[in-house]
């Protein structure tokens, strides 16, 4: 494992935090204020502290010094200023909890966590948690208003798919930035790796070097997506914790596509739907920067998208469309609204349909496309070989 290469001054907001609280301080800004107002703060924290008075055995200084200690030190490490209360509570399984209070550090330790770690890997354990309130205190409670925001379900029967998917990723990312509380506390990015493999296993040795081995050899073909509900897989947090921990310059692409994946129709998350309407409307200014296909009638079309389309809106890129970007039904999706502009006008149908056909081909899309027109327009072989020479003979898309 690698020697200490962090400070506190690296515990950052990950970007999907970033462009999560950017999307609700603009889209939703009444529910934003009612996030962040004074009447919501007390109203937790009166709840917090009851709770905690009613579930839980505090520890003191006095009769559990080790521990205190050990919580002074992660504090210090991670630059925190602020009291810490301890408290136990009787669970089967290791586990702790902050319970958020402003100003004030609240934590909750579960199962046998003071009898099974060593001393870094109670660091760890307390750094991780001390994270949390480290990030829902900075940037004034940014990302802890839109941590409530995602997850408040009162008086909500079914919450939108979008915003269900956003605060499950959310919640993925925020355990990952907690991770790397845990690395800092503890000095030592085995000892954050070891502690969650004790907790999820409940193994009383662990072996870090051995397990990130072993973490890394699943291909990216068998390694997949998160499924995490609430943490990511526990494989996929060590590799995470130990490439920030080196400064791993492509720590974040590595992350978008281990938690979040391509652009996928069935699972958009606020951010995405923002990504696929921008690339819809772009997509649209591209296919109609072709004079052959642009008439009254497609850009009627397009504005039955967009009504405040223009000839002038900014195109395309068709480069950034690529596999691992944009799922298959994502892609499908896109080459639809090709077609809704193609159909719209039966005087430019044939080059509109070459016109889908080459931009089709950018993305190696050809293929998909095509079986498109063979199901959905019932068009035959000589239809499909003539409008493919005619796509070729135009050039580029």
């Known amino acids: 494992m690698h020697a200490q ?40 924290a009166a709840d917090a502290r009851a709770q905690l008075l009613r579930d839980t055995y505090r520890l003191t200084p006095a ?11 992660a504090c210090e490490r991670l630059g925190i200023k602020a009291p810490v209360t301890l408290y136990q509570a009787g669970a089967n399984a290791m586990n702790a909890a902050l319970y958020y209070l402003p100003g004030e550090v609240h934590v909750v330790l579960q199962g046998a966590i003071l009898e099974r770690l060593n001393d870094t890997e109670l660091l760890a354990v307390l750094g991780h948690e001390f994270a949390h309130y480290r990030l829902w205190s900075c940037d004034a409670g940014d990302y802890l ?48 790796i070891s502690t969650l493999v004790k907790v999820h296993t409940g193994i009383a040795v662990v072996d870090a070097a051995a397990y990130l081995q072993q973490a890394l050899e699943l291909d990216d073909t068998h390694a997949r ?41 069935h699972r958009l998350d606020l951010t995405d739907q923002v990504a696929l309407t921008r690339i819809t409307r772009r997509l649209i200014t591209h296919f109609l920067q072709a004079d052959s296909v642009r008439g009254e009638k497609t850009i009627a079309q397009a504005r039955a998208f967009f009504p405040d389309w223009t000839p002038d809106d900014e195109s395309l890129e068709l480069a950034t469309l690529t596999a691992d970007r944009l799922d298959p039904d994502t892609m499908a999706y896109l080459h639809y609204v090709m077609l809704d502009l193609a159909l719209c006008d039966g005087d430019v149908r044939d080059a509109a349909l070459s016109r889908a056909l080459r931009i089709a081909r950018a993305w190696d899309g050809v293929t998909a496309l095509t079986h498109i027109l063979k199901r959905d327009l019932k068009m035959n072989k000589r239809q499909l070989d003539k409008l493919a020479r005619s796509s070729a003979q135009a050039g580029k898309a």
């Open 225 to 265: 997506r998160s499924a995490g509900i609430s943490h990511p897989e526990t494989y996929l947090r060590s590799q995470a914790v130990d490439m920030w921990w080196r400064a791993d310059a492509g720590l974040d692409d590595w992350l978008r596509q281990r938690l979040r994946g391509p652009l996928a129709l």
């Open 5 to 44: 290469t962090r400070d506190a001054d690296a515990l950052t907001p990950l970007p999907y935090h970033q462009e999560i609280v950017a999307h609700l301080k603009a889209a939703e800004p009444e529910v934003w204020a009612w996030a962040s107002s004074l009447r919501v703060q007390a109203a937790h």
């Open 145 to 192: 208003a839109a941590d409530r925001i995602l997850n408040h379900n009162d008086g909500v029967a079914v919450a939108p798919a979008s915003f269900t998917e956003s605060a499950r990723l959310y919640g993925l990312h925020t355990e990952l930035y907690a991770d790397r509380g845990a690395a800092l506390a503890a000095g030592d990015c085995a000892a954050a």
């Open 63 to 73: 009769a559990h010094p080790a521990v205190y200690a050990a919580a002074a030190l």
